[in-house]
């Protein structure tokens, strides 16, 4: 189902994005890729940094692509979901691990933020954050591809 077609839905409206739009959204990435290098707090709340910063990519690839989620319930899976749409230079198998990966990052962040405290392993976080450079490499690859007109100044997005 196409992005117009959920748009339809209800699940997502069509809203143009701009060029300082991305570079904010990105500044959020960069301070999550920040945060998630203080050793002194929880491997829980950097976990939390980096999965808020894959999340951020996967909204650029939505908001790239001119489309928001609209307002209601599942905010965060129907961003992450949008993945299976946005990122072209991805194949559909590609793109679907993703959308796999991060939602399963997404029900260890909660766990971790609702449930119980201590529960991110090192290899949840070490998993995280290289998922975290990934993505952000290839929504890079992507926008150049794809939206270079969105791309404000791609030395601070590399």
Same mark, same amino acid.
């Given at each position: ?12 409206? !069509? ?7 991305? $570079?904010?959204?990105? =500044? *959020?990435?960069? %301070?999550? #890729? /920040? ?5 002194? @707090? ?6 939390? $940094?980096?999965?808020?910063g894959?999340l ?6 939505? &908001? /790239? =692509? ?13 961003? @992450? ?7 072209t230079?991805?194949?559909?198998? $590609?793109?679907? %691990?993703?959308?796999?990966? *991060? ?13 119980? !405290? ?8 070490? #998993?995280? *954050? &290289?998922?975290?450079g ?10 150049? $591809? ?13």
């Open positions: 189902m196409s992005l117009e077609k959920l748009v339809q839905l209800g699940w997502y409206k !069509a809203e143009p994005s701009s060029s300082k739009e991305i $570079a904010d959204l990105f =500044s *959020i990435v960069d %301070r999550s #890729q /920040a945060d998630l290098k203080v050793e002194g @707090i929880s491997d829980d709340l950097r976990f939390q $940094a980096a999965y808020n894959v951020t990519l996967a909204n650029i690839g939505l &908001r /790239a =692509s001119g489309f928001r989620v609209s307002l209601g319930q599942g905010h965060h899976r129907r961003v @992450i979901e949008s993945l299976e749409h946005t990122l230079t991805q194949d559909a198998t $590609a793109r679907e %691990r993703w959308v796999r990966k *991060i939602k399963s990052h997404s029900q260890k962040r909660n766990t971790t933020s609702y449930d119980l !405290a201590g529960g991110v392993s090192p290899t949840d976080l070490a #998993q995280v *954050i &290289r998922d975290l990934l993505l952000r490499e290839q929504v890079n690859e992507w926008l150049k $591809a794809t939206h270079p007109e969105l791309l404000k100044d791609d030395s601070k997005q590399s």
